[in-house]
């Protein structure tokens, strides 16, 4: 069974920093591409960032370019994401989520298998 579980949220100033993980098991993630989605209260979830597992290829929202870095463990298959910079707009419920269709270039939640429980990251200004 597919677990991915998040950790690392929390309440953060504005232009703090907080790092999110993502621990995955229950299957071999190798041609899988892992995402990052946000969702704020009343918005639809939307995409942030995305990783393969393979290669490490990497495509990025244009709100968080600059700012947040994804990154992967094979040994421990678990992503991280970095989120330097916080801004108020940034606070959302974040998940996790892997899809078989190992491209960096998923951008849409239907294009996920797999889904974590998600973890709160709110930013005070």
């Known amino acids: 069974q597919v677990q991915l579980v998040e950790s690392g949220g929390g309440l953060v100033q504005a232009g703090g920093s907080l790092r999110l993980s993502c621990a995955a098991s229950g299957r071999t993630f190798s041609n899988y591409a892992m995402g990052w989605f946000r969702q704020a209260p009343g918005k639809e979830r939307e995409f942030v960032v995305a990783i393969t597992w393979s290669s490490g290829s990497t495509y990025y929202a244009d709100s968080v370019k600059g700012r947040f870095t994804i990154s992967r463990d094979n040994a421990k298959n678990t992503v991280y994401l970095q989120m330097n910079s916080l801004k108020a707009e940034d606070t959302a419920v974040y998940y996790c989520?892997?899809?078989?269709?190992?491209?960096?270039?998923?951008?849409?939640?239907?294009?996920?298998?797999?889904w974590g429980q998600g973890t709160q990251v709110t930013v005070s200004s």
């Open positions: 989520a892997a899809s078989r269709y190992g491209s960096s270039w998923n951008l849409t939640p239907d294009e996920y298998h797999y």
